[in-house]
């Protein structure tokens, strides 16, 4: 069982390339923005919650993310292993993760971490409203927010699996295929 934690800024390609990588090892995707979205799309009491938070570009706390967070991950119920989109982004929710896990039998296998600087991401981001609908895209403040918000309270889970080993840093600039060849590489590895 592969579990990949997919790190990066916001607008680094996390949900681009996690479709890449479902298509390809057919793991379970979770991210949390997405079920987030969704939750927000129907109205739910997460959902209205989460969109308090969203739209000003900050963090849903964590109790909340890591509750939602283990339901989908025990309703999945994966044997071939699962991508965490956009979780753990920050160090209580990491360690959550790995306790959470080990009740499970199992771990993080790796942290892929989509490496972009800031004018690229904004740029990104820009052009992602256009089409996206999203209030968190629309707002140059709100996409400097997030952005600031991963700098301040993100970039720390990097060190967390840093620790353990198990961080590799993949330049995100580049065409989508491009940069999935760099990400697959590592993962072709350890198929092995
Ligand atoms: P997310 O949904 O995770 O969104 P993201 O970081 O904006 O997107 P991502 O990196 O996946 O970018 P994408 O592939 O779409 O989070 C949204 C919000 O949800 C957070 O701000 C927070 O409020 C909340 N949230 C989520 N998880 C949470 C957690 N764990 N705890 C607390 N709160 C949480 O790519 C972006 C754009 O770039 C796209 O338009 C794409 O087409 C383009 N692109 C991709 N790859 C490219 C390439 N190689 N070259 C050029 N463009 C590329």
Do not use: C, W
Not at 37 to 62: F, Q, W
Not at 115 to 142: C, F, I, N, W, Y
């Amino acid at each position: 069982m592969l579990n990949i934690v997919l790190f990066g800024p916001p607008g680094a390609g996390k949900g681009t390339q996690s479709e890449l990588l479902i298509a390809k090892y057919n793991f379970k995707h979770l991210s949390t923005g997405d079920i987030f979205r969704a939750n927000i799309k129907n109205e739910t009491e997460l959902g209205k919650l989460a969109k308090s938070y969203m739209d000003h570009g900050k963090l849903v706390p964590d109790e909340v993310t890591i509750q939602m967070l283990e339901a989908e991950v025990n309703k999945a119920n994966s044997t071939v292993g699962y991508i965490f989109d956009g979780f753990p982004r920050t160090k209580a929710q990491a360690h959550a993760l790995d306790a959470f896990l080990a009740t499970k039998n199992t771990s993080i296998t790796l942290m892929l971490a989509l490496e972009v600087q800031e004018p690229e991401l904004r740029t990104r981001l820009a052009e992602r409203a256009k089409t996206s609908g999203r209030p968190d895209d629309a707002e140059p403040s709100v996409i400097q927010k997030r952005i600031d918000v991963y700098n301040n309270e993100t970039m720390p889970v990097k060190a967390y699996y840093q620790t353990q080993n198990k961080y590799i840093g993949v330049d995100g600039i580049g065409t989508v295929d491009a940069v999935f060849n760099r990400l697959i590489e590592p993962l072709s590895k350890l198929e092995v």
